[in-house]
């Protein structure tokens, strides 16, 4: 197996893991949560802008996470308190996402499609792992959000399975009515799910513009978030498939990469569409055995 091509994909996965754990945490509250792309491209965008005026990319992660805590309290006060359908408020998100994104490019920079360079992150060295025979690739080519990433996945796992808050919060997913009668406050963890969701949705879009790149591109997501979502679903809302699913698709990007660099005799739109065509097929042929946690998407009244 060529070490490269698992590299790029697992660097290519990330945005993805971070989306579809964010995804997994509000819709395993009972919060339909699409609005993925929207908040990606949220934190791709707000975390450019700070990192380009502080000159700190750090900043602008920061910026991103605050963003994208502000715009899941939105999709949650719509969703929860307004109780207004929850595709609709996603969808919304996404939509003015797109168009205020793209509309703040000239605003700021005075240029449009395409921001200028900023401060962006390196590769993360880890000075004892380095040294280990054979795995310096590894270690000086992932970055610190690797890292983030993949550790990410086994915690969500502990907190979900394994501490009061998370047996809370899938209990508001599957019942609320149940959860509420044992004393769990189902409005305030689904806002916190949510909030939680936004949180990871833009530290993945961050990665997009300030981690793997230096700048932000219009609609630079480019379906990622949707792509999350499939992920999620193809993970039957376990966060350890969800990870796996998100590496097959970071994979399959990575492929379609390479395949293009190498002059392939294949249509570039093809290539270009060949991790959705992987999520779709995935989706036709897991969906319909995948179990939704039965609460998802039912407002809930508090008495």
């Not at 025979?133 to 270690?139: A, L, S």
């Not at 997913?173 to 009668?181: F, H, K, L, Q, R």
């Not at 939704?292 to 998407?297: D, K, L, N, Q, T």
Request: glycine residues 12%.
């Amino acid at each position: 197996m060529d070490l490269n091509w698992v590299l790029a994909g697992i660097s290519l996965s990330v945005p993805l893991i971070l989306a579809a754990l964010g995804g997994l945490i509000s819709e395993r509250a009972g919060v339909i949560n699409i609005a993925l792309e929207g908040m990606m491209l949220f934190g791709a965008f707000v975390g450019v802008a700070v990192s380009w005026w502080a000159s700190s990319p750090w900043l602008g992660v920061l910026a991103a996470l605050v963003v994208g805590a502000t715009v899941g309290l939105v999709h949650a006060w719509f969703s929860i308190t307004v109780r207004a359908n929850q595709v609709v408020s996603a969808t919304a998100i996404n939509l003015v996402a797109t168009g205020l994104t793209a509309a703040l490019i000239p605003t700021i920079w005075g240029v449009s499609g395409t921001s200028p360079s900023v401060p962006a992150f390196g590769s993360m060295e880890i000075p004892i792992l380095r040294d280990i025979p054979g795995m310096e690739q590894v270690f000086t080519t992932l970055d610190g959000f690797d890292y983030v990433a993949l550790l990410a996945a086994p915690v969500l796992w502990v907190v979900l399975y394994r501490t009061a808050f998370g047996l809370g919060l899938r209990s508001c997913g599957e019942s609320p009515a149940a959860a509420a009668s044992v004393g769990i406050d189902v409005i305030k963890v689904r806002y916190q799910a949510v909030v939680l969701s936004g949180v990871f949705a833009a530290l993945g879009g961050a990665y997009l513009s300030i981690g793997e790149l230096d700048r932000f591109q219009r609609n630079m997501t480019n379906g990622r978030g949707f792509l999350a979502l499939a992920a999620m679903i193809f993970g039957k809302w376990k966060p350890i498939p969800t990870v796996g699913a998100c590496l097959l698709f970071g994979l399959a990007d990575a492929y379609q990469l390479r395949a293009q660099a190498r002059g392939l005799d294949v249509p570039t739109e093809l290539l270009q569409a060949l991790p959705y065509l992987i999520g779709l097929a995935a989706l036709a042929t897991v969906v319909g055995r995948a179990s939704a946690p039965a609460g998802i998407g039912k407002t809930y009244v508090k008495g």
